[in-house]
């Protein structure tokens, strides 16, 4: 793997990581759910225009998570909420159709990565569902 894909592969849990603490100390009260939300979204929506950018054309989080972000930094919380259950059905869809079901090789091959890649790649598909479960959640709450 390249050094660039390599980075990549390390993002994946590192911002998944920080992504889930965040969210969790908002739902604790420590920090304000639209800013982190906000973040969180509008990092991965960077995310997904650099992916769509560098050719990866079936990208399309760049929508549901830029609609969030935009929702959350103007305060709509009602629309931040239809964004996060965009969001989180981006992620269900893959999930279900090739992610989650495939075995870790068979996803490692058929996208030319490693096996470590795909081992990361399905812990990140399913940490994102249930952060994202939790964030349409505390939405609903608000």
């Given at each position: 793997?390249?050094?660039?894909?390599?980075?990549?592969?390390?993002?994946?849990?590192?911002?998944?990581?920080?992504?889930?603490?965040?969210?969790?100390?908002?739902?604790?009260?420590?920090?304000?759910?639209?800013?982190?939300?906000?973040?969180?979204?509008?990092?991965?929506?960077?995310?997904?225009?650099?992916?769509?950018?560098?050719?990866?054309s079936?990208?399309?989080?760049?929508?549901?998570?830029?609609?969030?972000?935009?929702?959350?930094?103007?305060?709509?919380?009602?629309m931040?909420?239809?964004?996060?259950?965009?969001?989180?059905?981006?992620?269900?869809?893959?999930?279900?159709?090739?992610?989650?079901?495939?075995?870790?090789?068979?996803?490692?091959?058929?996208?030319?990565?490693?096996?470590?890649?795909?081992?990361?790649?399905?812990?990140?598909?399913?940490?994102?569902?249930?952060?994202?479960?939790?964030?349409?959640?505390?939405?609903?709450?608000?």
């Amino acid at each position: 793997m390249s050094t660039e894909e390599t980075f990549k592969m390390a993002l994946m849990p590192i911002s998944m990581g920080t992504s889930i603490v965040l969210v969790y100390l908002a739902s604790s009260g420590t920090f304000d759910l639209l800013n982190v939300v906000s973040g969180i979204a509008s990092f991965y929506c960077a995310w997904a225009l650099y992916n769509f950018w560098s050719g990866r054309s079936v990208e399309k989080g760049q929508y549901s998570h830029g609609f969030v972000a935009i929702s959350c930094f103007i305060t709509q919380p009602k629309m931040a909420l239809v964004g996060s259950v965009l969001v989180f059905i981006n992620f269900l869809v893959p999930a279900l159709m090739a992610v989650l079901p495939w075995p870790a090789s068979k996803l490692a091959h058929v996208r030319s990565k490693t096996l470590l890649w795909a081992y990361i790649l399905k812990a990140y598909y399913v940490a994102a569902l249930l952060m994202w479960a939790f964030i349409t959640y505390l939405l609903i709450q608000r």
